[in-house]
């Protein structure tokens, strides 16, 4: 009895530890239902270029963030290994089996290439090449083969679904290539051999086309991020790639999140070895994740590293104004009338936030303002003590770094995109509690709770998002429009309310003035941008 006893206990402890060490397992088996594959080359012993010392540590932070999160070796086996001072002709060979096992792992693939160590911009057609440990300073067909939109290509020609080229490098611009290099250079940048010389300039930051000769699927897609941009060093010392390491660990976000959060935290991050990363982004449909995927980041997109997040809203039937008996309702409110949208727009899901005005502060793009990062550092704190002349700055810095034309929204806009299709005072209802919305939670809105007063900002996803995915519309920071009130403009519309407003100034229809040159720190903003022919597609 005590011997059968004992079996049973040993029975039930083993169980419990057998189920303990499945607890106790990653997510990413259940997460990562694709063949994941990595490829880390670290170069540091140059022979022609300045030695680097902390690539090498750089590309084990990288392997070891890599190998946590479910994926194998470009070998098609094992952990993922550190490939070390490589010449030509041994990155060529490792490129060329990681594409081969990436084409045996199927159509599903995630690929991963991680490079640290010299890069060089050629300057005459707007790529860039990674540079060897053997690596001359003059410019060869042979050396055209480790572009950056050689290496995507070529990778994508494996057949996987996602590629994820990740450089950090810094980037001299070479000497230029030879007219008889233009062949080569079209097909690996897909243009006509013609047009390669409209390519100059961009510094291997232009967009990829996709050459319909390409042999690439709709679905696949890529990602290239550059550890800083073309006018910016990547210093030896840098901080992208521990940054980078800890957010590749960082559930609940796909890769463009992980990026995206990347870009945000180096860009507040303070010295004088500033960096600025810069991406190319080219994902077709849902990204894959490191860890988990958050489903509401679902359908958004952004144009550049420190860009906003965007989502596109469809055009529709849309609601103006109040009711007259709406309490709370302003002079300045129109009638409630049912009025349409006729075209899609894209809208930042969030306000704009500190990590991404500092990136234009660090530009000189934009003015360094007072904020709340001191009290809060989140990098997803509104920007704050904006006017309307520094929104102007913010939007044609961004529309320069992202290539596409960015504004502010028509107040029509605005209200289209908060209401989501609501005729209530709030996009979710009559009523409001202190659970949906930031403003002064000690006042009181037909009779609702009350709780102590906040007075700061809080982060640009703390509170729920209406049915559009956009967040803190209502409250939080007002946000400026494009409109304006009299003749000469001098005074412009702003909307939604902030952390200071009673709750009645959040209501959909609620409209605030302020003159154009005037800041407030609760006063933020919220872009927008016209969706291309090809984006309009998805919003019918």
């Not at 209200?415 to 000690?442: C, K, L, M």
């Amino acid at each position: 009895m005590i011997a059968g006893l004992v079996s049973y206990t040993r029975f039930c402890l083993g169980l419990i530890a057998a189920l303990a060490a499945l607890l106790a397992l990653p997510a990413v088996a259940q997460a990562a239902p694709e063949p994941r594959l990595a490829l880390v080359i670290v170069n540091g012993a140059y022979q022609s270029f300045d030695r680097l010392g902390s690539t090498y540590a750089d590309g084990d932070k990288i392997a070891a963030a890599l190998n946590a999160t479910g994926f194998v070796d470009a070998s098609g086996n094992g952990a993922v290994q550190v490939r070390r001072d490589l010449g030509r002709a041994e990155m060529m060979a490792a490129i060329a089996d990681f594409r081969e096992k990436l084409a045996a792992a199927g159509p599903n693939a995630f690929g991963t290439l991680y490079f640290s160590g010299h890069g060089a911009a050629l300057g005459s057609y707007g790529d860039v090449m990674l540079l060897p440990v053997d690596a001359g300073r003059d410019v060869t067909a042979e050396t055209a083969t480790l572009t950056r939109a050689a290496l995507t290509r070529g990778l994508l020609g494996s057949g996987a679904r996602t590629m994820l080229i990740v450089l950090d490098m810094c980037r001299n611009v070479l000497a230029a290539p030879p007219p008889a290099m233009a062949d080569t250079i079209a097909a690996a940048t897909g243009v006509d051999a013609s047009s390669v010389g409209e390519l100059a300039g961009s510094k291997g930051l232009r967009r990829m086309v996709r050459a319909p000769a390409a042999s690439i699927r709709p679905d696949q897609g890529y990602l290239v991020a550059f550890s800083t941009s073309a006018d910016q060093y990547a210093f030896d010392d840098g901080i992208f790639s521990k940054v980078l390491a800890e957010e590749i660990r960082r559930p609940q976000q796909n890769i463009a999140d992980a990026l995206k959060r990347v870009s945000d935290r180096v860009a507040l991050r303070s010295g004088k070895n500033f960096q600025k990363p810069t991406f190319d982004y080219g994902l077709q449909g849902a990204a894959p994740c490191f860890i988990s995927c958050d489903r509401a980041a679902s359908d958004r997109f952004y144009d550049c590293a420190n860009c906003p997040w965007m989502r596109a809203v469809p055009p529709g039937p849309a609601y103006f104004g109040s009711p007259i008996s709406e309490p709370g309702r302003g002079n300045d409110e129109p009638v409630q009338a049912e009025g349409r949208i006729a075209k899609g727009f894209a809208i930042g899901v969030y306000e704009v936030t500190v990590a991404e005005w500092s990136a234009c502060v660090r530009d000189n793009a934009c003015a360094k303002l007072g904020n709340w990062a001191k009290e809060n550092p989140n990098p997803l704190i509104p920007a704050t003590d904006i006017s309307y002349e520094d929104a102007q700055a913010f939007v044609a810095w961004i529309s320069v770094q992202s290539g596409r034309a960015y504004r502010l929204p028509t107040e029509a806009e605005w209200e289209y995109a908060n209401r989501a299709g609501a005729q209530t005072a709030f996009p979710w209802g009559d009523e409001i509690t202190t659970s949906q919305a930031n403003y002064d939670h000690t006042a009181r809105y037909r009779g609702s709770e009350a709780a102590p007063y906040r007075g700061y900002p809080e982060a640009v996803n703390g509170y729920p998002p209406n049915a559009f995915g956009l967040y803190q519309m209502q409250g939080n920071v007002w946000e400026w429009t494009a409109d304006c009130v009299d003749a000469g403009c001098r005074t412009r519309v702003v909307r939604g309310g902030s952390f200071e407003s009673a709750p009645g100034e959040l209501r959909s229809a609620n409209r605030f003035t302020l003159a154009t040159s005037k800041r407030r720190q609760d006063a933020g903003l919220r872009v927008v941008r016209d969706l291309e022919e090809d984006e309009i597609a998805g919003t019918l």
